[in-house]
């Protein structure tokens, strides 16, 4: 199973970026599949939640109205559209399925 995530970057307050994460090794289009980020000194915390077949998806409080997460399963991939955002997002993020997580990319709001 491989997860691998590209997209992250620096970007200034306000700015936006699109992640994404390619998986393999499973049937992709049966996994709910999620993104997470974890901040230096903070816990992991869960970012979106997409269902299979990407008709129900959730958010933290903390990224509603701002992310969107959706999903192409005819190319086994999951997304994470990050729009205005802000210092207090910078963090590296993760993809996941089942028990399995990506490396992570990183992502750097600053100006």
């Known amino acids: 199973v491989q997860l691998v995530e590209s997209g992250g970057g620096l970007v200034q307050p306000g700015g936006s970026l699109r992640l994404s994460c390619t998986a393999s090794?499973?049937?992709?289009?049966?996994?709910?599949m999620s993104w997470y980020r974890q901040a230096p000194g903070k816990e992991r915390e869960l970012v979106a939640i997409i269902s299979s077949v990407g008709g129900t998806t959730h958010y933290a409080d903390s990224v509603k109205g701002r992310f969107t997460i959706s999903r192409d399963n005819a190319k086994n991939t999951v997304y994470l559209q990050m729009s205005s955002l802000k210092p207090e997002d910078t963090a590296v993020y993760c993809c996941?399925?089942?028990?399995?997580w990506g490396q992570g990319t990183q992502v750097t709001v600053s100006s």
């Open positions: 090794g499973f049937t992709f289009s049966s996994a709910p």
């Open positions: 996941h399925a089942y028990d399995y």
